[in-house]
């Protein structure tokens, strides 16, 4: 009977486990030590290892000959739990069985010793499905289970996991397994195999798992029925219906240098040969996320994966490809209330603007302001004394001013101004002379007017 990829290279021991060092090294060292603990929760993505992990521990764990921490894979133990027929290793769902019934069930059944084994191991997995009153339940056996017992808690939705559950574990986090690493185990299957694979092919297979390694072998599975033995980027685009990084990469540069005819074209083109265009722009989401943070981080190489991809990149300035990365999301957004072949041309239109946004950015990193006719006016009639007199007087005191006769004199502007006039603004006109040294006034003082009569008489 054939056995998928997925199940055939599925790790049986710790040295055989791909992007998970840290959570290797310390359960490892655990069995070595004999420190193992009695309940452990495993937190982290789909696919990258939890419930392998978990095997490899019980079968450490009741393995007759364990070599430094490792089992030994030939005594009977260990290959009852590969064959999965171990009586003391008991495997729940608890997705389907997530009721307090079930784990009273499990209670009863831990206060009996090992029946074969020198541990008894339960491996609840999904168990943040689990309801509140079965993780009620399961407290008291978490802090004080019976001797010679151990729980393993594997989820992929950590925060779902209740605090009380939380204090009576040990938490080892998993993370996602890079996409260099993916390549490597995806290699060696096709080595095994006997297939022939394209390096591009491959990478775009460790794309599409997104650090999920089940995923990946599922999919390097499939490409090689598809290929017959032959694995090829092709292959490997026509059946996910996504493109390479490097296509999405090029789509990219198409919209940044306001290329909208040729995006159109060839967005049109992958939805006539029936691409997903969803996840051709989630693609492209990601890889302007990443080109933002190679262009703006001085070392990307522990946040981005393979950065020297992106360094073409850093010839655009960051305004323009975080104007990008908001017409990208913006699409993505507008494609859930309208089919995503409009939404997607729409965003690939006001990408027309992009090309008129790198002068702008470029002068601005250079200091230059950019120059237009209506600008240059308004700088000019700004350094005026008019517009200094405007700035600095009130509105009411500025209109006295601009009544008075003014005169020059070596330089300096002098405003014949009457007596009663400087009064009533005198404050001003004094702050305005420290303020600006070539004004001068010149104050009239009142000439004395007699009454003139005229006699008839």
């Known amino acids: 009977m054939y056995v998928p990829f997925a199940r055939k290279y599925r790790p049986r021991f710790f040295r055989e486990v791909v992007g998970q060092e840290v959570p290797v090294r310390v359960l490892k060292n655990a069995v070595k030590n004999d420190r193992v603990s009695h309940a452990y929760l495993f937190a982290g993505p789909r696919g990258v290892g939890k419930t392998t992990i978990a095997r490899i521990l019980a079968k450490s764990l009741n393995c007759l ?8 894979g030939k005594c009977e133990n260990c290959q009852e739990i590969d064959r999965g027929n171990f009586p003391d290793l008991i495997e729940m769902d608890a997705a389907s069985n997530r009721g307090i019934d079930d784990i009273r069930a499990v209670r009863e059944a ?47 939705e950590y925060e779902k996991i209740l605090p009380t559950i939380l204090s009576r574990c040990q938490r080892i986090i998993f993370g996602r397994v890079s996409e260099d690493k993916v ?36 999919l390097l599975d499939q490409a090689s029925v598809l290929g017959e033995g032959k694995i090829t980027r092709e292959i490997v685009e026509n059946f996910l219906g996504i493109l390479s990084a490097g296509k999405v990469r090029d789509f990219m540069k198409l ?10 074209t ?11 265009l969803s996840k051709f722009w989630e693609s492209l989401e990601e890889e302007v996320r990443r080109a933002v943070l190679v262009r703006s981080m001085k070392d990307p190489s522990g946040v981005v994966e393979n950065p020297e991809s992106y360094e073409e990149f850093k010839n655009y300035p960051l305004e323009a490809l975080l104007y990008l990365e908001n017409l990208v999301n913006r699409g993505r957004l507008e494609a859930r209330s309208r089919p995503a072949i409009k939404a997607y041309e729409l965003a690939v239109i006001k990408s027309t603007i992009i090309k008129e946004i790198l002068p702008i950015s470029q002068a601005l990193t250079s200091g ?7 600008g240059e006016g308004k700088a000019e009639r700004k350094d005026t004394l008019e517009d200094r007199l405007r700035e600095l007087l009130s509105p009411v005191a500025y209109k006295a001013l601009s009544g008075a006769q003014r005169v020059k004199r070596d330089g300096v502007e002098v405003f014949q101004i009457d007596e009663d006039t400087y009064r009533t603004f005198k404050e001003e006109f004094e702050n305005l002379k420290k303020k600006l040294p070539e004004v001068e006034f010149e104050v009239q003082k009142k000439k004395d007017q007699k009454e003139s009569t005229t006699s008839l008489f």
């Open 65 to 72: 000959n364990p070599q430094e921490g490792e089992p030994c």
């Open 368 to 374: 230059v302001q950019p120059s237009s006719p209506e």
């Open 183 to 218: 390549v490597e185990y995806l290699k060696r299957i096709c080595e095994l195999e006997g297939l022939e694979c394209e390096e591009d092919a491959l990478k775009s297979i460790a794309q599409a798992s997104e650090g999920c390694m089940r995923d990946a072998a599922s």
């Open 266 to 276: 060839q967005l049109n083109e992958l939805y006539r040969k029936g691409y997903n």
């Open 110 to 156: 831990v206060s009996y010793t090992p029946i074969k084994g020198k541990f008894k191991v339960y491996i609840i997995d999904e168990a943040h499905m689990l309801t509140k009153e079965a993780f009620n339940a399961l407290l008291k056996t978490l802090e004080e289970p019976p001797p010679r017992t151990v729980f393993i808690l594997c989820t992929t």
């Open 255 to 264: 919209l940044l240098n306001s290329q909208v005819d040729s995006a159109l």
